[in-house]
């Protein structure tokens, strides 16, 4: 089972191009989220999903657009990257089904440089 | 808002000897608190997860406690071995997607 499968690995994108990062899941999980990690500041969520079909904003959602049209994809768009903008990116997965604990399962991350 | 802090960037320890990592939160307690570890370069993998309600909860040598009036997670790792060092996360669980919040992490180095 290969889990949670992000791409790029890395990138490299001059300011002001867009770009989308991808994941997909096989685990059939509801849940899917996706994460900054910077230094010192840990993980931030950036977009979560509930469910196929419904997205949300997480704690640092400005310049991120997300969509979820089927339950094993979760890709999050920049349409005009800024150097601030520069981070791991992380996707998740997780059942939060009812009686299910919310355990999350990450991709091995997209490391993007904005230069 | 709700805060959470791990109380050291670094922690280095002697092998064998028992490694503590703390994670404190500021306001309303989680229904969860859930414990990560991450190797360079790779994702955070789930470890363990304590329920508000549980004082103590044990898997092979980690042992997690949680104190709701203290605000307070202690993640133990008893016999701890290099093969142990990384970067260990603490994450609150407020029971729903969006309400999961992660401290930034202790590096744990084991020396030999």
């Known amino acids: 089972t290969a889990g949670i499968t992000q791409a790029p690995t890395s990138q490299i994108l001059a300011a002001g191009r867009s770009m989308t990062l991808r994941c997909t899941q096989d685990?059939?999980?509801?849940?899917m989220y996706w994460y900054r990690q910077d230094l010192g500041l840990g993980l931030r969520l950036i977009h979560y999903?509930?469910?196929?079909?419904?997205?949300g904003k997480g704690e640092v959602p400005d310049g991120y657009s997300v969509s979820r049209a089927n339950t094993d994809d979760f890709p999050l768009t920049l349409a005009s990257a800024v150097p601030s903008q520069t981070s791991v990116y992380f996707c998740?997965?997780?059942?939060?089904?009812?009686?299910?604990?919310?355990?999350?399962?990450f991709g091995p991350g997209t490391r993007l440089t904005v230069l | 808002s709700q805060k959470i802090e791990q109380n050291s960037e670094a922690l280095n320890i002697q092998e064998g000897k028992t490694a503590t990592l703390t994670c404190n939160y500021t306001?309303?307690?989680?229904?969860?608190l859930q414990w990560y570890r991450q190797d360079p370069g790779r994702g955070p993998v789930f470890l363990l997860l304590?329920?508000?309600?549980?004082k103590e909860k044990r898997k092979e040598r980690l042992k997690v406690t949680f104190d709701t009036t203290l605000k307070q997670s202690l993640f133990h790792i008893t016999a701890s071995q290099p093969a142990d060092s990384a970067t260990y996360l603490c994450?609150?669980?407020?029971?729903?997607?969006?309400?999961?919040?992660f401290g930034s992490g202790t590096r744990l180095s084991i020396r030999p």
């Open positions: 998740a997965s997780s059942d939060s089904t009812g009686g299910s604990l919310n355990e999350q399962f």
């Open positions: 304590i329920r508000e309600n549980e």
């Open positions: 306001n309303y307690s989680p229904a969860y």
């Open positions: 999903s509930n469910t196929a079909g419904t997205t």
């Open positions: 994450a609150l669980d407020m029971g729903s997607a969006s309400k999961i919040i």
């Open positions: 685990m059939r999980h509801n849940a």
